[in-house]
């Protein structure tokens, strides 16, 4: 089995530094789902007391789990000279009926046919209709086998019938069991798939392993547990909302609602606060000017549908023209060509002030009922306090985007950000690249201004996370070439 797809793969990444503890206190650990089944050795060497700590160790597993039917299934295999299966995956949906039909187990006592435990999970307990998944390849087939002896049959031929399709086997050899026997029935590597104790007292520390093991940052989407009302689009650790064709995000990034038609309820009030202070130089306030324009491009400009303003902001600020004096693009960006260049020092915090005291005014061409948004761009770290203004404006219903280019501050453009912060704020390291966040502002200032208009236009393709990754790496790809130019002229090789 491929390990990109198998339960080896997530323990291999949840290994050794930033483990989750499943036991850790408050920590709520999440498992990704999982076909998994044990397959049970109670042959006559096994003795009631030490089948009794199978049951333990089979429990605490189980404790560590997300258990329902969309999440993680569990069935029992039990055996010895025959094969008894005790529950299949479908039976339980809740942990604690399944704790206690474990607790219900009781050792059959006789041979120990371990090869026809294997081939009884392959023909029934991970079949269809006992409730394995097959039909999603994503959820993980997972066998666990516990043995203490040398099984009466052969395992190495149904082992890799099991392997080949699909299902990853674990091997926990007890005593006096044969360590040959544990490697043909365990899946590739060996060494994270064959596990031995010297007894069955003290099996329960290898419940801590399979804990672990389960215990990663889950699908959030596939187990259910999220707020979308119709999509939920998975990341790492988390997720985002979106909508059927012919539905819009509603502003709490969760609920959607029916497009609208065109009745004129798109208006939108866009304002740019543009960062003029000295660091960011005259040849890169020109790339600023064209990415203000390369947006006003994407946006539909008329008294019912775009108003555009736009506010330069250094040790002080001047509104360049307010909400509604320019009609049509055209006249918009000739504006944003002449806008002179300030360069003094960095004040977002008196900027987003009069963001709004002043330019979201009615007095200042705002119109009531348009949506509000507003583009701050900054090169630094402001020279005075953001927190307040910044909470004031999002709770006043604007929606807020934040670009930080060079020494910009992360932290800071987070602040300004809207929810869901990682959608509204934007960070690159160079100027010149500027004109890619533009694209990416584009399409999200199009679907705010009239979704369903824009949706055969401007598609989804690309997340912000990808984008910042893309420009991060260039940027350290930069920072390299740079040092292998100066060990060159050293004469380092």
């Known amino acids: 089995m491929p390990r990109s797809s198998s339960f080896y793969s997530f323990f291999h990444k949840a290994s050794p530094k930033g483990r989750m503890d ?84 009781e050792p059959l006592s006789t041979g120990t046919m371990t090869g026809l435990a294997i081939q009884f999970a392959i ?52 005593g006096r069991v044969d360590k040959h026997t544990l490697k043909q029935i365990a899946s590739e590597p060996l060494e994270e798939h064959v596990d031995y104790v010297e007894s069955y007292s003290v099996i329960e520390k ?20 999220h707020d979308c009302q119709q999509i939920c689009n998975s990341s790492p650790g988390s997720y985002t909302c979106s909508c059927q064709d012919g539905f819009i995000l509603n502003s709490d990034g ?24 000295k660091s960011v130089r005259p040849e890169n306030f020109e790339l600023v000017k064209r ?56 004040m977002t915090g008196a900027a987003l002030k009069y963001l709004i005291d002043n330019t979201f005014t009615i007095s200042s061409g705002a119109r009531p009922g348009a949506q509000k948004v507003g583009i701050v761009f900054t090169d630094g770290r402001s020279q005075d306090y953001i927190n307040d203004a910044a909470k004031k404006a999002k709770e006043l219903g604007f929606k807020m ?10 932290d800071e453009l987070r602040e300004i950000a809207s929810d869901p912060v990682a959608e509204h704020y934007f960070y690159t390291a160079d100027f010149k690249t500027i004109n890619q966040i533009g694209k990416k502002l584009q399409k999200k200032i199009c679907v705010e201004e009239d979704p369903c208009a824009c949706e055969s236009v401007v598609k989804f393709q ?28 050293q004469g380092e090789p």
């Open 254 to 277: 969760k609920t959607c609602s029916a497009c609208n038609g065109g009745d004129g309820g798109s208006a939108t009030d866009l304002v740019f606060l543009i960062d003029g202070s």
């Open 22 to 105: 499943p036991g850790a206190p408050g920590h709520l650990c999440r498992t990704r789902p999982t076909d998994l089944v044990f397959i049970i050795d109670s042959s006559r060497s096994v003795r009631p007391r030490e089948f009794e700590k199978i049951k333990v160790f089979l429990s605490q597993v189980i404790e560590s789990l997300d258990v329902g039917p969309n999440t993680t299934r569990v069935g029992v295999i039990n055996y010895a000279s025959a094969v008894k299966h005790e529950f299949p995956l479908k039976a339980h949906r809740t942990k604690a009926s399944l704790l206690q039909a474990v607790q219900n187990i």
């Open 401 to 410: 985007f934040a670009v930080g280019v060079g020494n910009a501050v992360e």
């Open 291 to 346: 990415f203000i324009n390369q947006i006003v491009d994407s946006l539909d400009v008329s008294d019912k549908q775009a108003q555009v303003g736009l506010v330069q902001y250094s040790s002080s600020v001047r509104q360049e023209f307010p909400l509604g004096r320019y009609k049509t693009k055209k006249d918009i960006k000739a504006a944003v060509k002449k806008m002179s260049y300030m360069e003094k020092g960095t």
């Open 123 to 174: 023909n029934k307990a991970f079949s269809e209709v006992e409730g394995a998944r097959l039909k999603f390849p994503e959820i993980s087939k997972v066998a666990i086998v516990v043995t203490d002896g040398r099984p009466q049959d052969a395992v190495k031929d149904v082992s890799a019938r099991a392997k080949e399709s699909g299902i990853e086997l674990f091997a926990i050899g007890v």
């Open 206 to 225: 290898l419940s801590k392993k399979f804990q672990e093991a389960f215990c990663v940052v889950s699908d959030l989407c596939a187990t259910g547990d």
């Open 462 to 489: 690309t997340k912000v996370e990808e984008l910042l990754q893309a420009l991060t790496q260039k940027h350290i790809l930069s920072w390299w070439e740079w040092v292998r130019s100066v060990r060159k002229g």
